[in-house]
């Protein structure tokens, strides 16, 4: 899991690399994000762990109904271990930084 995780913060997609200059190195409100990060069975996108918010980005293969039955069963487990769960379509990160950045900070408030 671990190895997977590595992985993917190599391979970042334009979004997540968008997100992580904003939110790295404790630039929202003085929280700590990580990426990329194991909550088993699953990785997350990007976590507060202070804050137990969770936020995820999705892409256009997010639209299709298994994806969205996947993403909706996901979200469930991770609402059982207490943590919130935020999505944000790609598009929104690299369109509409600003906002992004309003709503994760009404989540973090």
């Not at 992580?20 to 404790?26: E, P, T």
């Not at 069975?41 to 762990?49: G, L, M, S």
Request: proline share 3%; aromatic share 10%.
């Amino acid at each position: 899991m671990k190895d997977k995780a590595r992985q993917l913060r190599k391979n970042q997609t334009k979004a997540e690399q968008a997100l992580w200059r904003l939110v790295r190195a404790k630039q929202v409100e003085g929280l700590k994000f990580r990426r990329q990060h194991p909550i088993q069975p699953y990785i997350v996108d990007f976590i507060c762990p202070e804050k137990k918010l969770i936020i995820e980005l999705d892409g256009g293969q997010h639209a299709d109904n298994e994806a969205v039955v996947y993403d909706e069963k996901r979200t469930k487990f991770l609402e059982s271990k207490d943590y919130t769960v935020v999505r944000f379509w790609n598009n929104e990160v690299l369109n509409n930084i600003d906002g992004v950045y309003e709503v994760i900070l009404q989540h973090l408030r």
